[in-house]
T-cell receptor, first 114, second 113 residues
Framework: DARVTQTPRDKVTEMGQEVTMRCQPI?????VFWYRQTMMQGLELLAY????????DSGMPKDRFSAEMPDATLATLKIQPSEPRDSAVYFC????????????FGPGTRLLVL | GENVEQHPSTLSVQEGDSAVIKCTYS??????FPWYKQELGKGPQLIID?????GEKKDQRIAVTLNKTAKHFSLHITETQPEDSAVYFC????????????FGAGTQVVVTP
């Protein structure tokens, strides 16, 4: 049963620290999405990639967030420095690309910045 | 850009009854409409989707209908069970983008035994 995996599942850190979240998309999928979910804002798209190339990261605060895909099996989302307002659940989703809009979500990383 | 509105925000039903969630979208070029179910502490799970060339799609107890003219689509859950309790999200594809989706705000469904 192919699934998107994310690590860590939970992260507690102090303000100012660097946070790195990792995602392994479903093997063979060529689109990868990063979302942030909060009670107030719902699901927000931060960035997405196709064939490892960034297509859109306009939803991401550029001064502190960065997203990369060093290879086809790994996507990373980094926050440096982290702030309390970054506390949220971060989801990665991947899609097969053929039906390009179909997305399958990972279990998420719950981030708490103190 | 695309805007998706979802109603109701909460829905309480008795076990065995039907539940209906409705979404409207603004971009007539949208052509893909998935529904996701999110249980507490988990990621959204795709449960059914429909494309604009189809008016209705059914999978066991869940069905989705699409009215392109009115730009709305609905999720129907029949014979609800306690395990159907979750937050449900609708979404619509954003035209001229590679795979981006616009999500609704979500509906908290509670099925009481």
């Amino acid at each position: 049963d192919a699934r998107v995996t994310q690590t860590p599942r939970d992260k507690v850190t102090e303000m100012g620290q660097e946070v790195t979240m990792r995602c392994q998309p479903i093997l063979g999928h060529n689109t990868v999405f990063w979302y942030r979910q909060t009670m107030m804002q719902g699901l927000e798209l931060l960035a997405y990639f196709r064939n490892r190339a960034p297509l859109d990261d306009s939803g991401m605060p550029k001064d502190r967030f960065s997203a990369e895909m060093p290879d086809a099996t790994l996507a990373t989302l980094k926050i440096q420095p982290s702030e309390p307002r970054d506390s949220a659940v971060y989801f990665c989703a991947s899609g097969p690309g053929l039906n390009k809009e179909t997305q399958y979500f990972g279990p998420g990383t719950r981030l708490l910045v103190l | 850009g695309e805007n998706v509105e979802q109603h109701p925000s909460t829905l309480s039903v008795q076990e065995g009854d039907s539940a209906v969630i409705k979404c409207t979208y603004s971009d007539s070029a949208s052509n893909y409409f998935p529904w996701y179910k999110q249980e507490l502490g988990k990621g959204p799970q795709l449960i059914i989707d429909i494309r604009s060339n189809v008016g209705e799609k059914k999978d066991q107890r869940i069905a989705v209908t699409l009215n392109k003219t009115a730009k709305h689509f609905s999720l129907h859950i029949t014979e609800t069970q306690p395990e159907d309790s979750a937050v449900y999200f609708c979404a619509a594809s954003i035209s001229d983008s590679w795979g981006k989706l616009q999500f609704g705000a979500g509906t908290q469904v509670v099925v009481t035994p």
